[in-house]
C-alpha cells in the first residue's frame, strides 16, 4: 500500500516537471518584432536590421525576406530576444526608434 502510494506520488512528480519543463521551454522563445509604416523602403528595413543587429549580444537578428505580399513586409524585422534582458531591450528599442520608417516594435506571446 504505501508502495503503491510512493509510485502515484513520484508519477505525479514526474509528469509536473515534465509540464513545467515544455512550459518553460516555450517561454524563453521570445522576439520582438519591429513594425514599418506601409511607406517605409525595403532599404530602410534593411538598415534598421543591420544598424541595430550588433547594439547587444542578446539579441539575434532574425532572416530578412522581402518576398510575399508587401502587407507582410511591414514587420519582415525581427530579433530572437531569448535571453535578453530589460537593458538589452531598451537598446534594442531605443536603437529602432532612431531608424527610418520604424514606427514602433512589439514582443508577441509565442507560448501558445
Known amino acids: 500500500m ?10 505525479a512528480v514526474a509528469i509536473a516537471a515534465a509540464v513545467s519543463g515544455c512550459n518553460a521551454a516555450a517561454l524563453s522563445k521570445r522576439e520582438m518584432v ?9 532599404e530602410q528595413h534593411r538598415a ?3 544598424a541595430c543587429a550588433h547594439v547587444t549580444t542578446a539579441a539575434t537578428p532574425e ?8 502587407s507582410n513586409q511591414i514587420n519582415n524585422v525581427r530579433y ?5 534582458n530589460d537593458r538589452d531591450i531598451a537598446l534594442l528599442t531605443t536603437c529602432l526608434s532612431k531608424q527610418p520608417g520604424v514606427i514602433g516594435e512589439d514582443i508577441p506571446d ?3
Not at 34 to 42: E, I, L
Not at 63 to 70: A, E, L, M
Not at 80 to 84: F, G, K, P, S, V
Open 63 to 70: 532572416p530578412f525576406s522581402t518576398t510575399g505580399p508587401v
Open 110 to 112: 509565442l507560448s501558445n
Open 48 to 50: 534598421a536590421l543591420d
Open 2 to 11: 504505501v508502495a503503491r502510494r510512493l509510485v502515484s506520488i513520484a508519477s
Open 34 to 42: 519591429v513594425h514599418f509604416d506601409p511607406s517605409a523602403t525595403t
Open 80 to 84: 530572437r530576444i531569448d535571453h535578453a
